[in-house]
C-alpha cells in the first residue's frame, strides 16, 4: 500500500508538472512578443502605417529628405512590414504640427516620425503617442522629452563648434564676423549656435557685428546679407551655420561687388558650386537627407522588436578643399537648389543602429 502511495503521488506530480509546462507555452505562444525598445510594447504586428509629421515641406532639404522617406516606405513595401505611409505638413506652425500628430495617433498609426518645429512644444503630444504604443522617432530638430523610440542626429553641438574653429583659425582669431542662424526656436538650429560660443568665448579678437535668423532658403539668407553690407563697411568672415544660408551669402557679397570672405555653410549644390567657381576659402560639413529613411527603418526593426539606441549619432563629416570636387562630381543627380548627400543603404544603417 505505501509503495502504490507513492507511485500515485509521483504521477500527480508529473501531470502537475506537466500541465505548467503546457500552461507557460501556451502563455507565451499567447502573449505579445518582449518590446526590447522605448515606447514598444509588442502588441503591433506588420504590415505598419507609418506617418511623417513634417513641420514644413517648403525648402529643398526638406523635400529631398521626404524623398529619402518614400524611398525607404517603398522598399519596407516590399518586404511585407510597411503598407501606408500618412504625410503631413504643418507649414511652420508647432501648433499645426502637434494637432497633424494627433491625428496620427486618433488613427492608430504604428509609427511616427517627426521633424520637430519646436524642442518643448511637442513634448506632450509625443508622450501621449508613446504611452500608446507608438515608435516614435525623431530626427534632425529634436524634442526635449525622451518619452521616443529614439532620437536620431549629428552632433549640432560639434558643428556649431568645428565651424566656429574653423573661423577662427581662418582670421587669426582677429577679425569682424556675421554669424547666420536657420530659425530661432529650431533646436538643430539652436544648437549649432550654442556649439559655436564657446570657441567665440576663447577667442575675444572675434568681433560678432551682428546675427541673423532665417529660413534655410537663399532668398531670404542673401536679402538679410544685402542689408548687412550695406549697413557694415568691413566684414572678414561669414559664419554661416547652414548650408542654403551661405550660398545667399556669396549671392550678396557677390552683387554688391564686395570681395568674398572666409564662409563656412553645409552641403548645398548652389554654396558649393559658388564655393569652387568664386575660389572660396570655405569649410563645410553634411546633415544627411537619409536621416529621415533612417528614422523609417529605425521604426520598423523597433515594432518588430529589435533593440535600437535611445539616441543614434551619425558622425558629422568635413567638406573642405580636399574633399569638394568629390561632392561636386555626383552634383547632377541632385536639385540645383538641393544638397549633395552621400550615398546609404541598409548595412549603413545596421551598423549607426549598433551602436
Not at 38 to 44: A, M, P, S
Not at 159 to 176: E, F, H, I, R, S
Not at 268 to 294: I, V, Y
Amino acid at each position: 500500500m505505501k509503495f502504490q502511495a507513492l507511485r500515485i503521488l509521483s504521477c500527480r506530480r508529473t501531470l502537475l508538472v506537466g500541465a505548467a509546462t503546457v500552461a507557460l507555452v501556451l502563455a507565451a505562444g499567447a502573449s505579445p512578443a518582449a518590446a526590447a525598445a522605448n515606447c514598444i510594447k509588442g502588441d503591433r504586428k506588420a504590415p505598419y502605417t507609418v506617418g511623417w509629421a513634417n513641420i514644413y515641406s517648403v525648402p529643398t532639404w526638406m523635400k529631398q529628405t521626404e524623398g529619402t522617406i518614400t524611398a525607404e516606405v517603398e522598399e519596407l513595401k516590399k518586404s511585407g512590414l510597411v503598407k501606408d505611409l500618412m504625410i503631413t505638413d504643418a507649414q511652420g506652425n508647432a501648433q499645426t504640427q502637434i494637432q497633424q500628430i494627433q491625428s496620427m495617433i486618433d488613427a492608430n498609426v504604428d509609427a511616427i516620425i517627426v521633424i520637430a518645429g519646436s524642442s518643448t512644444a511637442l513634448d506632450r503630444v509625443i508622450s501621449d503617442a508613446c504611452d500608446k504604443g507608438i515608435a516614435v522617432v525623431n530626427f534632425d530638430s529634436l524634442v526635449d522629452t525622451d518619452k521616443v523610440t529614439a532620437k536620431i542626429n549629428t552632433d549640432s553641438n560639434e558643428w556649431g563648434a568645428t565651424a566656429a574653429k574653423w573661423m577662427v583659425d581662418q582670421l587669426g582669431g582677429k577679425g569682424k564676423i556675421i554669424i547666420m542662424n536657420g530659425p530661432a526656436g529650431i533646436s538643430v538650429s539652436d544648437d549649432r549656435r550654442k556649439g559655436a560660443q564657446p570657441v567665440l568665448d576663447a577667442n575675444p579678437g572675434l568681433e560678432i557685428i551682428t546675427e541673423t535668423n532665417t529660413e534655410y532658403n537663399a532668398a531670404p539668407a542673401q536679402e538679410a546679407m544685402t542689408s548687412l553690407l550695406f549697413a557694415n563697411a568691413e566684414i572678414d568672415g561669414v559664419l554661416s551655420l547652414g548650408g542654403a544660408l551661405s550660398a545667399g551669402a556669396v549671392m550678396a557679397f557677390d552683387r554688391q561687388g564686395r570681395g568674398q570672405v572666409p564662409t563656412t555653410g553645409e552641403n548645398a549644390r548652389q554654396f558649393l558650386e559658388l564655393w569652387k567657381e568664386k575660389g572660396l576659402k570655405g569649410w563645410a560639413t553634411m546633415q544627411p537627407n537619409w536621416l529621415g529613411a533612417l528614422a523609417v527603418y529605425t521604426a520598423v526593426q523597433a515594432l518588430e522588436g529589435k533593440d535600437v539606441p535611445a539616441f543614434v549619432k551619425v558622425p558629422l563629416p568635413v567638406i573642405d578643399d580636399s574633399t569638394i570636387d568629390t561632392y561636386l562630381a555626383r552634383a547632377g543627380q541632385f536639385p540645383a537648389d538641393g544638397y549633395i548627400y552621400s550615398d546609404y543603404d541598409k548595412a549603413l544603417f545596421d551598423k549607426l543602429l549598433a551602436q
